[in-house]
């Protein structure tokens, strides 16, 4: 079936908004909701405990102040956003959740989890900072098995094999249903904006039904590789293609991505969070459950880990596949694992031959004129 995408668009720019009442009227019909934060959260499990995972909210510059009162300032953005939302109730994502789940990432948000602790039921999975030794990924099974049974408690459930591999085939179905969606960057032209992309990634967050946000991704795809193939896309065949790095956008995509799409880029990949990184790689279906979901999600190639070389090759393969021109690295301010982490990146991507800028930022709007004068500098020269 066709889908009007102009009616996509506009539902999805107020997903987050309409997926308030969802989440209500889910509460109401006695559903069990946990709250997450990080790619790292083995949803799995939460599925198989019964459980509705839901991504709390932690882009707006205006919870910062509240945060402020109890987190130091020179903290990154979405760590205090996200703790901002939780202390002023601003977030009904938190408010309906039975239980929050964090996991040791970075320094800032391990200690916020502590704080956050003591007005909501937080969960927090000790992650180790390495992937390739068998005692790391034997105490990566060891907390994935932990919160299982952490689960099982709260939700007075029992998590069996069987409903483990139902919703580790539900999940695969979801990566592939989202890599089919991000391949349409590797189209030229591609029929959408990385704008227009990153809106629909962000509303398919908040279709809590994961059959229907599976349908509906897939509809969205079809639709728009048909508008493709009738030569309808928008989007200049010469315009530089942009593939996004670093830290989550969601804060400060009107400043990066609307803006490089403005002054004449188009943004064909996000190897972030809400982008490549979780779907590159699907659960095996043929392991042991517990093993394969723990396997793959230590897998993830986020700057927490040390070393991080998943990150590079990543970095190479997209590259290679969508045709990129540029990279374009966001680092929220106070990211250290990231920043420090750009010197890497930076060679890894120049020996490839591309250019790379990065850029540093808050969720203020201060450097709005700033960043659209370098992004424009670094797409004239692509
Ligand atoms: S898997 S990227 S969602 S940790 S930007 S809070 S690292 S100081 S968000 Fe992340 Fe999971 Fe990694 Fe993804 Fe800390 Fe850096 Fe802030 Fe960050």
Same mark, same amino acid.
């Given at each position: 079936?066709?889908?009007?995408?102009?009616?996509?668009?506009?539902?999805?720019?107020e997903?987050?908004?309409?997926?308030?009442l969802?989440?209500?009227?889910?509460?109401d019909?006695?559903a069990?909701?946990?709250?997450t934060?990080?790619?790292?959260?083995?949803?799995?499990?939460?599925?198989?405990?019964?459980?509705?995972?839901?991504?709390l909210?932690?882009?707006?510059n205006?919870?910062?102040p509240?945060?402020?009162?109890?987190?130091?300032?020179?903290?990154?953005?979405?760590?205090?956003?996200?703790?901002g939302?939780?202390?002023?109730d601003?977030?009904?994502?938190?408010?309906?959740?039975?239980l929050?789940?964090?996991?040791? %990432?970075c320094?800032?948000?391990?200690?916020?989890?502590?704080? #956050? *602790?003591?007005?909501? @039921?937080?969960?927090v999975m +000790? $992650?180790?900072?390495?992937?390739?030794?068998?005692?790391a990924?034997?105490?990566?099974?060891?907390?994935?098995?932990?919160?299982?049974?952490?689960?099982?408690?709260?939700?007075?459930t029992?998590?069996?094999?069987?409903?483990?591999?139902?919703?580790?085939?539900?999940?695969?179905?979801?990566?592939?249903?989202?890599?089919?969606?991000?391949?349409?960057g590797?189209?030229?032209?591609p029929?959408?904006?990385?704008?227009?992309m990153?809106?629909?990634?962000?509303?398919?967050?908040?279709?809590?039904?994961?059959?229907?946000?599976?349908a509906?991704?897939?509809?969205?795809?079809?639709?728009?590789?048909?508008?493709?193939?009738?030569?309808?896309?928008?989007?200049?065949? %010469?315009?530089p293609?942009?593939?996004?790095?670093?830290?989550? #956008? *969601?804060?400060?995509? @009107?400043?990066?991505?609307? +803006? $490089?799409?403005?002054?004449g880029?188009?943004?064909?990949?996000?190897?972030n969070?809400?982008?490549?990184?979780?779907?590159?790689?699907?659960?095996?279906?043929?392991?042991?459950?517990?093993?394969?979901?723990?396997?793959?999600?230590?897998?993830?190639?986020?700057?927490?880990?040390?070393?991080?070389?998943?990150?590079?090759?990543?970095?190479s393969?997209?590259i290679?596949?969508?045709?990129?021109?540029?990279v374009?690295?966001?680092?929220?301010?106070?990211?250290?694992?990231?920043?420090?982490?750009t010197?890497?990146?930076?060679?890894?991507?120049?020996?490839?031959?591309v250019p790379?800028?990065?850029?540093?930022?808050d969720?203020s709007?201060s450097d709005k004129?700033?960043?659209?004068?370098r992004?424009?500098a670094?797409?004239e020269? #692509?």
């Amino acid at each position: 079936m066709k889908v009007d995408l102009n009616e996509v668009f506009e539902e999805f720019a107020e997903a987050r908004r309409n997926g308030f009442l969802k989440v209500k009227e889910l509460k109401d019909q006695g559903a069990h909701i946990v709250g997450t934060f990080c790619t790292y959260t083995p949803k799995e499990i939460i599925y198989a405990a019964g459980g509705t995972p839901v991504t709390l909210c932690g882009v707006s510059n205006d919870t910062i102040p509240a945060a402020e009162i109890h987190l130091p300032k020179n903290l990154c953005p979405l760590i205090k956003s996200s703790y901002g939302y939780a202390i002023s109730d601003k977030c009904p994502y938190m408010y309906f959740s039975d239980l929050v789940v964090g996991e040791t %990432t970075c320094d800032g948000k391990k200690k916020m989890y502590e704080l #956050l *602790g003591e007005i909501k @039921d937080t969960y927090v999975m +000790q $992650l180790p900072h390495s992937q390739d030794s068998e005692y790391a990924k034997n105490m990566w099974k060891h907390e994935v098995i932990k919160f299982k049974e952490k689960l099982e408690t709260k939700f007075s459930t029992s998590v069996t094999e069987e409903k483990l591999r139902e919703s580790i085939n539900l999940c695969n179905r979801e990566r592939i249903s989202l890599s089919n969606f991000y391949s349409l960057g590797k189209l030229i032209p591609p029929p959408i904006s990385g704008y227009d992309m990153f809106t629909i990634l962000n509303g398919v967050l908040y279709i809590f039904d994961k059959e229907e946000q599976i349908a509906k991704l897939n509809e969205i795809t079809a639709s728009l590789k048909e508008l493709h193939a009738n030569n309808e896309c928008k989007i200049s065949k %010469t315009a530089p293609r942009i593939l996004i790095t670093g830290c989550p #956008l *969601g804060g400060v995509a @009107d400043k990066i991505i609307k +803006q $490089l799409e403005e002054v004449g880029a188009v943004v064909v990949v996000y190897e972030n969070c809400g982008g490549t990184k979780n779907t590159e790689k699907l659960v095996d279906e043929n392991e042991e459950p517990i093993k394969a979901i723990a396997d793959k999600y230590l897998s993830i190639p986020c700057s927490v880990m040390s070393p991080n070389k998943g990150r590079e090759d990543m970095l190479s393969n997209l590259i290679k596949e969508y045709k990129v021109d540029g990279v374009v690295e966001i680092i929220l301010q106070s990211c250290h694992t990231y920043a420090i982490e750009t010197r890497n990146i930076k060679r890894h991507v120049n020996n490839l031959g591309v250019p790379f800028i990065s850029i540093e930022t808050d969720y203020s709007t201060s450097d709005k004129g700033q960043i659209r004068t370098r992004l424009e500098a670094f797409v004239e020269m #692509l």
